[in-house]
């Protein structure tokens, strides 16, 4: 009688198993794979083409000019960043997974640099460009974005599904400086509302539909978080507290 009961109630393993994000087939696995490394070697592209060029081939744009040691280390950690996620996409796709995890243990030292380094600058642009108080939250919130997105990743790190999204997710703010210009190009006014970098979040919306029919609550709550913090930054920027804020990290002198 207690055997006959028991087997109506799902072990905890069960249970577990039951509530879990729901996982594809091995086709579709191996398609999402491909998904998830596309998405970001574009992402990695359009960042390295956007500011790579113009930093380190600076005879083909028009640089500003870069007083500051800050800006150079921030410019070479940035570069170090693209390297090594590159490096980690293509360790995943050749089968490295051991050394990807290696790799990626150290590369919280360099977002840890990259946070760091990142303030730093911010406090270097204020003191450049003194009217740059009130967007200088724009900065500040990107890097910070960024950093919260790489530390979730690394400790949702033995869940695939949800490190993957956190990684992306990372790269989103990033991409939203770079592709300002063409947003108001695109949406005119509204461009202050939205962004550009959004299509990289509707296409994590749509790859989970398709293949889960439901979406990954990385996907939901991170995508939320990105574009709430986006619209609220700029009127936070106007902010007397911001702009104490601001003051005091220009009088930091970098």
């Given amino acids: 009688d207690l055997e006959a009961r028991g087997a109506d109630v799902l072990a905890p393993t069960d249970t577990a ?29 359009i960042i390295a083409y956007k500011h790579g060029l113009q930093f380190f081939i600076p005879w083909y744009f028009h640089p500003p000019d870069f007083a500051s040691a800050v800006i150079h280390i921030h410019v070479a950690i940035v570069a170090s960043w693209i390297l ?17 995890k290696r790799l990626g243990t150290a590369g919280m030292g360099l977002a840890a640099l990259m946070f760091i380094f990142g303030i730093l600058a911010t406090a270097d642009e204020l003191r450049r ?13 990107q890097i910070t974005m960024f950093t919260f997105f790489v530390v979730a990743a690394y400790v949702r790190r033995t869940d695939r599904e949800a490190h993957r999204r956190l990684m992306l997710l990372a790269m989103v703010d990033p991409l939203f400086g770079v592709l300002a210009p063409y947003t108001h190009q695109v949406f005119g006014t509204a461009g202050q509302w939205v962004n550009l970098s959004w299509g990289f979040l509707l296409l994590l919306v749509v790859y989970d539909l398709a293949t889960c029919r439901r979406l990954h609550p990385v996907t939901v709550w991170g995508s939320l978080l990105l574009m709430f913090v986006q619209d609220i ?21 970098v």
């Fill in 17 to 45: 198993r039951a509530l879990a994000f729901p996982t594809a087939n091995s086709t579709v696995a191996a398609r999402g794979r491909w998904f998830f490394l596309a998405l970001l070697l574009l992402m990695v592209a």
């Fill in 84 to 100: 090594l996620l590159t490096l980690q996409i293509v360790f995943v796709r050749i089968g490295q997974v051991a050394l990807h």
């Fill in 129 to 141: 460009e003194p009217g740059a108080l009130k967007f200088s939250i724009v900065p500040f919130l």
């Fill in 233 to 253: 930054r700029l009127p936070i920027g106007h902010t007397p507290a911001w702009i104490a804020i601001a003051e005091w990290m220009r009088a930091w002198n």
